[in-house]
């Protein structure tokens, strides 16, 4: 079994897919764009977080995490215009907009979970004699010898 497969936010937003894209294979009356664009946004969330999961570094991982949430922001706006052209019942879309909801705290308590990498900044060697001007992480550290 994979990592990002024992996490309970990644089962919850699996299992939401399947009961999406069910619902989008069996409804005709969408807007193949809206179909099309929600099916991708769902699926968006269980790839980055399992993308995510398999990242070493962890900013990477908060990255995709991120991306991830995105993507259920996404598919709550899709839904909202679901709703709003009565398209989708009000009940399904409560039952899908919960879910979600669920799975936007999930990730966020996952990013605020994935601690920061120490800044490593202070442990530079000290410049040779023969240095002058060494670029650290976008910034210019010159260094004078007396």
Not at 10 to 28: D, H, S, V
Not at 116 to 129: G, I, K, R, T, V
Request: hydrophobic share 40%.
């Amino acid at each position: 079994m994979f990592d990002f497969e024992k996490l309970t936010v990644y089962q919850k937003a699996n299992n939401l897919n399947i009961t999406i894209l069910k619902y989008l294979y069996r409804t005709k009356i969408i807007d193949p764009y809206l179909k099309d664009q929600l099916k991708r946004a769902t699926l968006s969330i269980t790839l980055n977080l399992a993308e995510g999961t398999g990242r070493v570094s962890k900013a990477e991982k908060k990255r995709f995490y991120t991306i991830a949430r995105s993507s259920v922001f996404e598919c709550v706006a899709i839904l909202d215009v679901l709703k709003g052209c009565q398209i989708m019942e009000e009940g399904l879309f409560n039952e899908f907009y919960s879910g979600y909801e669920e799975l936007s705290k999930m990730l966020l308590a996952l990013f605020r979970n994935t601690k920061a990498e120490q800044s490593a900044h202070y442990l530079l060697p000290l410049p040779s004699s023969h240095t002058k001007g060494v670029r650290v992480a976008g910034t210019s550290l010159d260094f004078v010898r007396n």
